[in-house]
């Protein structure tokens, strides 16, 4: 059993950074592949950024490609996703989660946090 916590979410301005931290309970978090979600309002929820595998491996949408890095600690049982340059458009509610195999698009999220606001005045 995997139990996540999302935090670091905050109002800031356009261009600035945020770090999203993800801390996780359970022995077997380093072997879950961890991926970040967005939800903003009225849309549906959508992929951002997934880290799995020993390398390991990132994968991240297009749209945040060369602005946002996802990384994990597996001795500390965290995970993180940094934003640079952050823009309006990416105002959503950011959330963690884990998954038992990483399959790319298939992948089953089993695990999730409960989320944490991102705002981003133009």
């Known amino acids: 059993q995997v139990q996540l916590v999302d935090s670091g979410g905050g109002l800031v301005q356009a261009g600035a950074s945020l770090r999203l931290s993800c801390a996780a309970s359970?022995?077997?978090?380093?072997?879950?592949?961890v991926g970040w979600f967005r939800q903003a309002p009225g849309k549906e929820r959508e992929f951002v950024a997934a880290?799995?595998?020993?390398?390991?491996?990132?994968d991240y949408v297009d749209f945040v490609k060369g602005r946002f890095t996802i990384s994990r600690d597996n001795a500390r049982n965290m995970a993180y996703l940094q934003m640079n340059n952050l823009k309006p458009e990416d105002t959503a509610v950011y959330y963690c989660?884990?998954?038992?195999?990483?399959?790319?698009?298939?992948?089953?999220?089993?695990?999730w946090g409960q989320g944490t606001q991102v705002t981003v005045s133009s």
């Open positions: 359970g022995r077997t978090f380093g072997k879950h592949a």
């Open positions: 989660a884990a998954a038992f195999r990483w399959v790319g698009a298939h992948t089953v999220y089993n695990y």
């Open positions: 880290i799995f595998g020993s390398g390991p491996s990132t």
